[in-house]
């Protein structure tokens, strides 16, 4: 653009000639324009034998008026990965595009494109997931067609693979097909510190045993059984209240 000092300059066309860039600012932006693509099948009669021979549609032109791949994975990842209602998916590419895409045409695509995905993506995920050195399992309460459900988990540093079920921990987990074809290792250092942890407490509640017996040996000719019994009660009453208020 030029400077404002140029514009009411009568000498504005001699200087644009001779004028150089001396800056470039650059904007990106996205146009979002609707492209319909019209497929011809030609027909014709054979001149050797005679007979009427004609060509064939393409796979994605296979019905006289449908939408295409780029539409559909525009859908798919506006509901599966930013987690919009069909109704608003209709509504926001209506506005966008200008095209007239009813909710039921919405959720015919991507009910098409769930079942792709777990004839040809799911499989593979999962194979990556049960060759993995390291598996992490989780789940979380979700809700699937208003009913309460459970999803699952099973994820690498690369891979996150989710399922649904009706139960929760291990029916569940072992439904989504990882953990029960998993082999899964675990580390020496891991069971060396499960196997500290295990001796710590044992050796601790093998002298809390032996100090309760050394009372009871002290004292029995002092006292009856009972009296033991009922002493030894608000003992541990009293530990309980010191370290609860």
Known sequence: MPSTECLNCHCGVACEKKAT????????????????TQYDRVST??????KAI??????EASAPMQYGSNLKALLVALSAFGMVSNSRICELVNQISGLGMSYGTVCDIIK????????KVIPGLKD?????????????????????????????DKITLLSAHSKRRKDGIL???VLSNYRFQIPISTLLKYAFVCFFWLNNLISY????????????KRMTFKEMIFREIVYEITLLNKYVY
Request: a neutral charge; one cysteine or more.
């Open 21 to 36: 860039v001396a800056e470039s600012h650059n904007v990106v932006d996205v146009v979002v324009l609707a492209m319909q």
């Open 45 to 50: 009669v054979c001149p050797k034998n005679g």
């Open 54 to 59: 004609s060509g064939f549609f393409p796979e």
């Open 112 to 119: 098409e494109y769930a079942k792709l995905c777990d004839q």
């Open 128 to 156: 990556a997931v049960i060759n993995s050195p390291v598996v992490r399992f989780d789940e979380t309460g979700i809700r699937v067609v208003g009913k309460v459900a459970w999803g699952h988990t099973s994820s690498t």
């Open 175 to 177: 439904a989504a097909g």
């Open 209 to 220: 045993f032996f100090s309760k017996l050394k009372i009871i040996v002290l004292n029995y």
